[in-house]
Structures are given as structure tokens and as C-alpha cells.
């Protein structure tokens, strides 16, 4: 037990400190800012082309690994839109915005810093592969449920322009794709370069938690959404669980694969689920409460899944 506290007593400290910083400080929303240029722009890009330059191409191209993954994600998005929609009469925008609060993990800011330290290096191809496709997924996915509840004025062709640039340009996903490059070309930067990648990967998890934490501090839980009572548990449990049962089942993947794919599972709601809510005009109070109220509650469920882990309770596959 004891390494697992020193594996996630400095993971959430991260958060707690800018947490704690932000509400003494009383610093305004803008001061982010630069903070998260840096991060999204520069220094988690590095970080995932850093490690997947270093992969084996071959590694790189496990779509039985994508397609489990993905699908898992969004058989749970299905059940909590259902459940919102047509369960509490919620419109379209609404049960989406439900629907990516319970599938929609923070795998860009957590995931990578959590996963190596729990996994080493060999979590970086799942990391990176399970970011990429889920996100391009999430980027398609709530602006056309939106666009079709009518929440947006622009036309369809618009939308999926917007759709492709968002995916084409983000800087994750770019960095991923030279990295693809770099590793089938057995491509390697020059020492100087390689040493900035490294300075600027190591910097990416403790800017990104310690923003995390900043950004918790200055959304304050005002009032409990009603639907936390089902959101929370299929984030935090039935998500994890299901993964866990389908990638087991799928195909014989490596187990540092499918434990790094459980792990991302069980991460709290992103922080982005409340930026889309923001930009669309739908759900923004209770979104910023359920990313609060699941990134306490993971303190817990996040541990409790990494000690079954490394103790060998869970296996790394169900039905080897």
C-alpha cells in the first residue's frame, strides 16, 4: 500500500497545491492562461511525441485495440444520454453534455503523468492511442449532437468544418502523428533538440495537474447537480469495469495495455466537458460541479484501482 500512496499522494498533491495556491491568491480565470497555452500547446505535445517516436510501428496500429476502446467509451456516453434524454426529459445539448461528463476522462492533463508512473514507458502507445481517437470521437460527437438540438445557428457544412479543423489542428494530435512518423522512419532529432523535447515532456505532468488543480478553485461547487447520482458511478466505476471486461475479452492484448486503458477509464470527468458546455451555452454550472465532485471522489477510486493492480488482485487479463 505504501507505493501506491507515493505513487498518487504526489499526483493529487499537484492538484491540491494549485487548488489550495489559486484560492489564496485570488488570482482572475485569465491568469490561467499562458499556463495552458504551455501545457496544450508545448509541453504535452513534446511529451507524446517524445514517447511515441520511440515506439515500434508496429505497436502503433492495434485498431482490435481502438475499436474496444472507443466503443466501451461510448456504450457508456449512449446509456447516460439515454438517461437524461429521454429518463429526465432533458433536450439533446443537455443528456450530450451528461453523456460526456460519464465518458469523457481526463486523459489529456492526468492520463499520461499517471499512466507512466504506474506503468513506465510501456503505457505511452495506449496513452497516445486512446487520446487521439477518443478526443477525435469527442470533437465529432458533441458538436453534431448540439448542432442537432438546435443550440447553434451554423449550418451543417460549417459544423463539419469546424469539426475537421478542430481535429486536423490540435496540437496533441499532431504531435502523436509526427511521432507516427518518426518512429516508421526510425527517425531520430538531433541531441540538442531531443534534450529540449526531454525538458519540456518532463514538465507537462506537474503544469498540467497543478493547472488542474488552479482551474477546480476557480469553478466553486455552488450546488449538486441531481444528475451526479448516476453520472458519478458510471464515470468512476462502470466505465473502469467495462473496459476492463472488453478488452479482456476482445483479444490478447500485452496486460500494461489493458490496465493503462482501465486507469484512463476510471479518471475523473474532464475539464473540457465544462469548456464545451461554456462554448455552447448548455449545462455549464452543473459540468464544472460533476468535474470537482468526480476529482474528489477519484482520490479514492483512483487508488483503490491502482492498489488491485499492483498487487496482483486484478489480473492484467481476465481471460488470458
Not at 157 to 177: C, K, N, S, Y
Amino acid at each position: 500500500m505504501a507505493d501506491i500512496t507515493g505513487l498518487v499522494l504526489p499526483f493529487f498533491g499537484l492538484i491540491l497545491i494549485g487548488y489550495v495556491v489559486a484560492r489564496w491568491k485570488q488570482m482572475p480565470a485569465d491568469a490561467l492562461g499562458w499556463l495552458n497555452i504551455f501545457i496544450v500547446y508545448v509541453a504535452l505535445p513534446a511529451l507524446f511525441f517524445k514517447l511515441i517516436s520511440r515506439t515500434p510501428v508496429e505497436q502503433l496500429t492495434r485498431f482490435d485495440f481502438i475499436v474496444t476502446d472507443v466503443g466501451t467509451t461510448y456504450a457508456i456516453f449512449g446509456v447516460i444520454f439515454v438517461i437524461g434524454w429521454l429518463g429526465r426529459d432533458a433536450s439533446i445539448p443537455e443528456a450530450t453534455l451528461q453523456g460526456l461528463a460519464a465518458a469523457y476522462g481526463n486523459i489529456g492533463y492526468m492520463g499520461p503523468g499517471l499512466a507512466l508512473l504506474a506503468f513506465g514507458e510501456r503505457a505511452a502507445v495506449p496513452v497516445a492511442l486512446i487520446f487521439c481517437f477518443e478526443n477525435m470521437l469527442h470533437f465529432i460527437v458533441a458538436p453534431a449532437l448540439i448542432a442537432l438540438g438546435g443550440k447553434q445557428s451554423q449550418s451543417p457544412g460549417q459544423v463539419a468544418r469546424d469539426i475537421l479543423l478542430r481535429i486536423v489542428l490540435h496540437p496533441f494530435i499532431i504531435a502523436t502523428a509526427l511521432g507516427f512518423v518518426a518512429a516508421a522512419m526510425h527517425l531520430e532529432p538531433p541531441v540538442p533538440l531531443q534534450r529540449l523535447i526531454d525538458y519540456l515532456a518532463q514538465a507537462a505532468a506537474p503544469c498540467a495537474l497543478f493547472a488542474m488543480g488552479v482551474t477546480l478553485a476557480l469553478r466553486p461547487l455552488k450546488r449538486i447537480p441531481a444528475e451526479i447520482v448516476y453520472i458519478v458511478p458510471a464515470k468512476l466505476i462502470l466505465l473502469p469495469t467495462l473496459m476492463y471486461l472488453s478488452l479482456s475479452a476482445a483479444g490478447n492484448f500485452d496486460h500494461v495495455w489493458i490496465q493503462t486503458a482501465v486507469l484512463l477509464a476510471a479518471l475523473p470527468t474532464a475539464t473540457n466537458v465544462f469548456v464545451i458546455g461554456q462554448q455552447y451555452d448548455v449545462w455549464q454550472e452543473r459540468a464544472s460541479a460533476t468535474v470537482l465532485i468526480t476529482t474528489l471522489f477519484s482520490v479514492l477510486t483512483v487508488s483503490a484501482l491502482l492498489y488491485l493492480m499492483r498487487s496482483g488482485t486484478l489480473p492484467g487479463d481476465l481471460f488470458p
